[in-house]
């Protein structure tokens, strides 16, 4: 993969970012193995700007382990001082990852038709929220789908 190119602006102002940044690769005597690699690509889809640490001492070697990683990766380098190496790539957004979310047990509204005791009037839509341990019975109400759990406090209290 091509290094991405980036302008002066948009690298200082990634540097500026990247400074509360903590290092999230630390790189060893091994020097850049696949593993490491695989480590610094995983960072860079979730994150997108990371800090790598490369403990060693040989500056030569460092740049050399900082261009193979913008160069394997597809990656921009931000900036390289000392031992930290501060990579970046756009993170790619997955509407896989929409799914999954709108799936789990958060809090949803759903419309539910309120019955009232005159019959000659029309059912009113209602929007009721419904958490996670929570659904919809027939006629509207809204029934836990497991018993909260008390306390042992509360059941030796009564």
């Given at each position: 993969?091509?290094?991405?190119?980036?302008?002066?602006?948009?690298?200082?102002?990634l540097r500026s970012?990247?400074?509360?940044?903590?290092?999230?690769?630390?790189?060893?005597a091994d020097g850049?193995?696949?593993?490491?690699?695989?480590?610094?690509?995983?960072?860079?889809?979730?994150?997108?700007?990371?800090?790598?640490?490369?403990?060693?001492?040989?500056?030569?070697?460092?740049?050399?382990?900082?261009?193979?990683?913008?160069?394997?990766?597809?990656?921009?380098?931000?900036?390289?001082?000392?031992?930290?190496?501060?990579?970046?790539?756009?993170?790619?957004?997955?509407?896989?990852?929409?799914?999954?979310?709108?799936?789990?047990?958060?809090?949803?509204?759903?419309?539910?038709?309120?019955?009232?005791?005159?019959?000659?009037?029309?059912?009113?839509?209602?929007?009721?929220?419904?958490?996670?341990?929570?659904?919809?019975?027939?006629?509207?109400?809204?029934?836990?789908?497991?018993?909260?759990?008390?306390?042992?406090?509360?059941?030796?209290?009564g």
């Amino acid at each position: 993969m091509p290094i991405l190119e980036l302008s002066s602006a948009e690298r200082s102002a990634l540097r500026s970012d990247a400074h509360a940044l903590k290092p999230i690769v630390l790189i060893g005597a091994d020097g850049l193995t696949p593993a490491v690699v695989k480590e610094v690509n995983n960072g860079l889809k979730s994150h997108g700007l990371i800090k790598v640490r490369v403990f060693g001492d040989d500056r030569e070697a460092r740049v050399a382990i900082y261009n193979q990683l913008c160069e394997e990766l597809g990656a921009a380098p931000i900036q390289h001082i000392g031992k930290l190496l501060v990579l970046f790539r756009p993170k790619v957004e997955k509407e896989t990852e929409d799914k999954r979310r709108s799936k789990n047990g958060g809090p949803k509204v759903v419309m539910v038709k309120k019955f009232t005791r005159n019959p000659q009037r029309r059912p009113k839509p209602v929007a009721t929220t419904v958490l996670g341990n929570q659904r919809v019975a027939a006629g509207g109400q809204v029934k836990r789908a497991k018993p909260r759990q008390v306390s042992a406090k509360k059941r030796q209290l009564g």
